[in-house]
């Protein structure tokens, strides 16, 4: 005798694998997320940089401007400053308040463009990136 | 056997309450998750503290939302446990806090925000709408305004089934338009984050269940069976038994009188759905199902063209073998109704003497497939009665006159009642009383099984 699964039997195992294995990917990219910043705290930039102090690009994104100045020295960057940082209204000020702490605190461990964005503060954090490689790119020249 | 309905029933039992206390468990793991991902003093000033609030009524509405989305999946393992009855009732019951949550979510924030820009809430709605993707979220609020007050008794009486539902569906646009603001303005989806994994999760299983069992299954399920009209019979003046051919049918999987929702796929039928039960137990390629000339929708089947495509989706309900709770059956089913009361008794394994059946019509035309009842009931060792006549003006008022006056009682057809399940199909009005007798007679609720022919 042929066994004949029912429809419903068949999708819902396959609902269940779909749902397993979000969560699955989920807790490992949270693994990986939390590792990688416990171990690049005494990460070397992946380029050689200058000694000095840069200015990035100002960018401007519908909640405002934002311009990101990094200082390197000894070829690590020490500090990076946000001399442009606007909200376009009230709110957007307060988003970019919290987000840009986050950010240097984030480019200060990895020494890298490659940094996770805030989330709520999305358009911000990618302003930052933006801006942040155009002040590595005169770091690196 | 009587010990194993009552071992069963609890397990089902306990299985429904833990189901009910994992609803309120999730919103409480979303009031958790954003304590422990909340960055610096969600409460340290006053504007923050109202903020804060606000953004935790936000959480747990859409908390609430998600898993009514997924109670009003029909989700198999959901409706075996706790039905699906009980799993409407219980998305009934979360649709006005979800929206009060939520309009308390808009109503803090603007407050919070107003207060820390120093603004009263009117004049903070402008910097707030000025935020991108608020807006979106705000016609996804009145969207679901409009979802749950035309979901309230008084307003969805003025609805066809059809109206109402296809304003129901609105919700998801309303689930998709609240998505880019928690994206871009909330935290819960932060990279990184246990909040990010629950809240995805959660996504994931409220949309994958209706895309699931709503959408995916009834194509699937639909094309596999290649179900069409076969014949067209007519059983008594308005009743029709649709004898429809198809694939593997057995794979269909009723069990008992468990119902299907059907399409007919004619120009004046495809946009009525009709929830019927199978008349008998389906055989490979063969199916029947018997209904009445109820609305106006279920008239025009009678004039089916033989070749019809049958869409299906389902099987639905616990008025099942599997939903017994204690050692006798007791049975009534009025008029159409005999219809999911037929295939229970066919699907029961039975000692003689478990069960009684009771039959009810209004008129002799009213009497289908009694005589196939009666064949189940012989073979089967059950006891069988039938009563004829419309209502009795007096009590009890679910039985005819005649019975009625000669002291004929609930308790007098089941002299076991209490020890009984009790399986009661027909119309609505007419079951409320039948369940009113029942309850009268100390009978518990969870021993009270009723399919209602309504939505």
Redesign the interface.
């Known amino acids: 005798m042929t066994v004949s699964l029912k429809t419903r039997t068949i999708l819902g195992a396959s609902l269940g694998i779909v749902v397993v294995g979000t969560v699955g990917w989920q807790l490992a990219t949270l693994d990986q997320t939390s590792t990688s910043t416990s171990t690049s705290s005494g990460a070397r930039p992946t380029v050689t940089l200058t000694d000095g102090t840069y200015t990035g690009t100002s960018v401007q994104t519908q909640f405002g401007d934002v311009e990101v100045q990094i200082v390197v020295s000894g070829g690590r960057i020490t500090d990076a400053t946000t001399p442009v940082l606007t909200g376009n209204e009230g709110r957007s000020e307060q988003i970019n308040n919290q987000a840009a702490p986050i950010l240097r605190s984030e480019l200060l461990a990895s020494q890298s463009t490659s940094i996770q964005s805030v989330s709520g503060a999305t358009y911000t954090s990618n302003a930052y990136i933006t801006s942040l490689q155009a002040a590595f790119d005169r770091a690196k020249a | 056997m009587a010990a194993r309905y009552e071992i069963t029933y609890r397990r089902r039992a306990l299985a429904s309450n833990l189901l009910v206390g994992l609803v309120w468990a999730s919103g409480l793991i979303a009031v958790i998750l954003f304590f422990t991902s909340a ?2 003093s969600p409460f340290g000033t006053i504007g923050a503290s109202v903020s804060s609030i606000g953004i935790l009524c936000g959480l747990v509405g859409s908390d609430f939302i998600l898993v009514m989305i997924v109670l009003a999946a029909r ?3 959901i409706d075996r446990t706790i039905g699906h009855d009980r799993a409407v009732a219980v998305h009934r019951s979360l649709g006005k806090p979800a929206l009060y949550l939520l309009l308390a979510h808009a109503t803090l924030l603007l407050t919070g ?1 107003g207060i ?2 120093g ?1 009263n809430p009117i004049a903070e709605l ?3 709408l ?3 993707n608020v807006w979106l979220a705000l016609i996804g609020l009145l969207l679901l305004v409009t979802v749950v007050v035309t979901s309230l008794v008084a307003v969805k009486r003025r609805f066809s089934y059809e109206g109402w539902h296809l304003i129901h569906l609105l919700s998801y646009v309303a689930v998709a338009f609240a998505i880019p603001h928690q ?12 909040q ?2 629950y809240w ?2 959660l996504y ?2 409220a949309l ?2 209706i895309a ?2 709503r959408f ?2 009834p194509v ?2 639909s094309l ?1 069976h290649g179900i069409r009209v076969r014949e067209v019979e007519s059983v008594a003046p308005g009743v029709v038994s649709l004898h429809l051919a198809g694939r ?1 049918l ?4 009723s069990a008992g009188g468990q119902f299907f929702v059907w399409r007919f796929w004619t120009k004046s039928t495809w946009w009525h759905s009709h929830p019927l039960s199978l008349s008998a137990v389906p055989t490979d390629d063969s199916a029947r199902i018997t209904l009445r000339d109820l609305g106006a929708g279920t008239g025009r089947l009678s004039a089916l063209p033989t070749g019809t495509v049958v869409s299906v989706e389902g099987p639905y309900g616990l008025f099942t073998p599997a939903a017994r709770t204690s050692a006798k059956l007791a049975i009534i089913a009025a008029g159409i109704g005999i219809t999911p009361a037929r295939a229970l008794l066919e699907q029961s394994v039975l000692r003689p003497g478990e069960a009684t059946v009771l039959l009810r019509a209004s008129d002799a035309d009213d009497s289908v497939l009694w005589s196939e009842v009666d064949a189940l009931a012989n073979a089967k060792g059950a006891t069988l009665y039938t009563m004829t006549g419309p209502r009795s003006p007096s009590a009890p008022l679910w039985m005819p006159a005649p019975d009625a006056e000669r002291g004929v009682t609930l308790r007098s057809v089941f002299p076991d009642l209490l020890e009984s399940d009790l399986y009661l199909c027909g119309p609505a009005a007419w079951l409320e009383l039948v369940e009113a007798d029942a309850r009268d007679l100390g009978m518990p609720q969870h021993q009270i099984h009723s399919e209602r022919f309504d939505w």
């Open positions: 960055g610096t989700v198999p393992f925000y820390e820009q603004l402008g910097p707030m000025a935020t991108p994206l871009t303005l909330g935290g819960m989806l932060a990279t990184g984050s246990l990010r994994v995805i999760t994931v299983v994958g269940s699931t069992f995916i299954e699937v399920s596999r593997d057995r794979a269909l999987g």
